[in-house]
């Protein structure tokens, strides 16, 4: 075995300290949370869903995805009206079976999905899914629903246990976004020639779409390089791209994405003090975050959501799932920081401004419904403006000795005026 780095070897160093108790150590749930904005209110509109990932909604349909299994279908008024649907009461639209050699090891199986952006002319869905065939590999494939036909969109997306990334989202240009996860191999994000720690940007079709390769010498449908485990994907009307992504033993990260950017992983993970990590003011070719949880603080990122709807108090924030932290988290990106004390809730609002971090923006959390529907794998808005929760309590990772799972578990949740 090679000799470690020095920086290697501190967090080797650092990993056995706090082997065991890193959980400890770690603050996951916010101590305060801000109330939520006047008359919103939660509705359970689905339960006994198993282990649902993510949400996409086109034309009169409502598609979800479950981890261990495929994808259902709810009629679209079910999720803007309806109530206390369990998870039968939807149709399986495509079954896990269905998915040429899935598996659902550790973090794997069934994850993103999106609709063709003309959907349902064609009627086709995209889904991101983990496949074991001697070799175990993330796909995107795309199914036509008429046809009932499965094709392949890309292949050959490392996989592992954990880190598979998954989210799929279609932007504001109609290009289909594809996040993939460093599968447990730190080096490769950082390689233009792999698809792992990646945003990819393609056509409908899977070609590349962005106009002229950011990455000259690499793979063409590579939009940005550099990441750990993206979960989160959301888009501001003018097409700019925010992702957000897991840490390593916190030090979660909300990113506003550019071109060709390498955003660092896993060289660099925060400021000049870290005691792991190189900071990003130490390297100039790499991209920092807008928000860094640091290493004692963990939101747990998943799936993340731009807000522009009936709810005032959050029109323009991007909105943040968090798993560990059990939190919904609102984040105004603020050109003057000044301006955070003008902000509703400043009082529990946390400003993201160290001088190493993306100046683009200076970035404000405020944390929502701290604990009350348990781990949150990602958020969404509905056609209504409504935002739509979907809990992961049953995967596994519930706190030890917390609230949840609960009875039903798990759960779409609607919030909106009530």
Same mark, same amino acid.
């Given at each position: ?9 501190? /967090?080797? +160093?650092?990993?056995?300290? !706090? @082997? #065991? ?7 996951? %749930? ?16 689905? *339960? ?16 979800? !995805?479950?981890?261990?299994? #495929? ?17 039968g009461d939807g149709e399986v639209a495509l079954a896990g079976a269905d998915l040429p050699e899935r598996t659902a090891p550790g973090e794997g199986g069934t994850l993103g999905v999106a609709a063709h952006p003309d959907y349902p002319e064609p009627p086709a869905l995209y889904v991101y899914?983990?496949?074991?065939? &001697? ?16 094709? $392949?969109?890309?292949? #050959? ?9 998954? /989210?799929? %989202? ?9 996040? !993939?996860?460093?599968?447990?191999d730190p080096d490769a994000a950082r390689d233009p020639d792999s698809l792992s720690g990646s945003v990819l940007r393609l056509t409908p079709d899977g070609d590349p779409a962005a106009p002229g390769p950011p990455f000259p010498d690499g793979d063409p449908r590579l939009f940005t390089v ?5 979960? #989160?994907?959301?888009? @501001?009307?003018?097409?700019? @791209? ?8 916190? %030090? ?32 100039? @070719? ?6 860094? +949880? ?7 990122? *998943? ?5 522009? &709807?009936?709810? $005032? ?11 560990a932290s059990e939190t919904l988290f609102a984040v105004a990106l603020l050109d003057d920081a000044a301006a955070a004390d003008d902000l509703p809730d400043a009082e529990v609002a946390t400003v993201h401004d160290a001088d190493w971090l993306d100046d683009r923006y200076t970035a404000v959390?405020?944390?929502? =419904? ?17 935002? =739509? ?6 995967? &596994? ?22």
């Amino acid at each position: 075995m090679p000799p470690l780095d020095r920086r290697r070897l501190l /967090r080797a +160093t650092a990993a056995a300290l !706090t @082997a #065991g108790v890193a959980g400890c150590l770690l603050d996951a %749930r916010p101590d305060e949370a801000a109330d939520p904005p006047d008359g919103v209110a939660p509705t359970t509109v689905v *339960s006994d869903l198993e282990i649902p990932w993510d949400l996409a909604v086109a034309g009169d349909d409502a598609f979800v !995805t479950e981890r261990d299994g #495929g994808v259902r279908r709810f009629d679209r008024e079910s999720l803007v009206d309806g109530a206390g649907l369990a998870a039968g009461d939807g149709e399986v639209a495509l079954a896990g079976a269905d998915l040429p050699e899935r598996t659902a090891p550790g973090e794997g199986g069934t994850l993103g999905v999106a609709a063709h952006p003309d959907y349902p002319e064609p009627p086709a869905l995209y889904v991101y899914y983990t496949a074991e065939d &001697g070799e175990r590999r993330n796909r995107v494939v795309r199914y036509d629903r008429d046809r009932e036909e499965i094709d $392949p969109i890309v292949e #050959g997306i490392p996989a592992a246990r954990t880190h598979n990334g998954g /989210r799929l %989202r279609v932007g504001p240009d109609g290009d289909l976004w594809v996040l !993939t996860g460093d599968a447990e191999d730190p080096d490769a994000a950082r390689d233009p020639d792999s698809l792992s720690g990646s945003v990819l940007r393609l056509t409908p079709d899977g070609d590349p779409a962005a106009p002229g390769p950011p990455f000259p010498d690499g793979d063409p449908r590579l939009f940005t390089v550099g990441h750990r485990n993206p979960q #989160g994907l959301a888009f @501001a009307p003018d097409g700019t @791209a925010f992702v957000a992504e897991h840490g390593p033993d916190a %030090r979660d990260e909300v990113s506003l994405l550019r071109s060709g950017g390498n955003y660092g992983w896993d060289v660099a993970r925060g400021g000049p003090d870290d005691p792991e990590y190189d900071g990003y003011d130490a390297h100039e @070719a790499f991209v920092p975050p807008l928000v860094n +949880t640091g290493p004692e603080t963990t939101w747990a990122p *998943s799936g993340i959501a731009r807000y522009d &709807g009936p709810i $005032p108090e959050w029109n323009g924030r991007l909105l943040v799932a968090g798993l560990a932290s059990e939190t919904l988290f609102a984040v105004a990106l603020l050109d003057d920081a000044a301006a955070a004390d003008d902000l509703p809730d400043a009082e529990v609002a946390t400003v993201h401004d160290a001088d190493w971090l993306d100046d683009r923006y200076t970035a404000v959390s405020v944390p929502y =419904y701290v604990g009350e529907f348990g781990r949150l794998r990602h958020v969404a808005v509905g056609p209504d403006g409504a935002l =739509y929760l979907l809990t992961s309590n049953r995967d &596994g990772r519930a706190r030890v000795g917390g609230d949840f799972p609960q009875d039903r578990d798990d759960r779409i949740v609607r919030l909106d005026r009530a």
